[in-house]
């Protein structure tokens, strides 16, 4: 069974960080490619970075420079470093393989960025 359990969300004002934590339980930390994904209200969700096993990143244009993804594997944890947030960046946040698999979201963390 998988699970994913993302933390480390809050309220932060534009230009201040965050570190999103997201530890995975069974297979899928070991197989996979490990992705953050966020979804606003009203909006589809997306993915905005990308880690394979072998820590090679890729990053949504909207976020490349200011965030950063990392693994542990030691942990079956992967991280999201967010800097310089801005308004636009509230949303829930969620961690999955990458692709996205349908049985294993979780409950997501929220961020709210104020202005």
């Known amino acids: 069974q998988v699970q994913l359990v993302e933390s480390g969300g809050g309220l932060v004002q534009a230009g201040g960080s965050l570190r999103l934590s997201c530890v995975a339980s069974?297979?899928?930390?070991?197989?996979?490619?490990m992705g953050w994904y966020r979804q606003a209200p009203g909006k589809q969700r997306e993915l905005v970075a990308r880690?394979?096993?072998?820590?090679?990143?890729n990053y949504a244009d909207s976020v490349k420079g200011r965030f950063t993804i990392s693994r542990d594997n030691a942990k079956n944890t992967v991280y999201l470093q967010m800097n310089s947030l801005k308004p636009e960046d509230t949303a829930v946040y969620y961690c999955?393989?990458?692709?996205?698999?349908?049985?294993?979201w979780g409950q997501g963390t929220q961020v709210t960025v104020s202005s």
């Open positions: 999955n393989g990458v692709p996205g698999v349908t049985a294993f």
């Open positions: 069974g297979i899928i930390f070991s197989i996979s490619a």
């Open positions: 880690i394979s096993r072998g820590g090679g990143t």
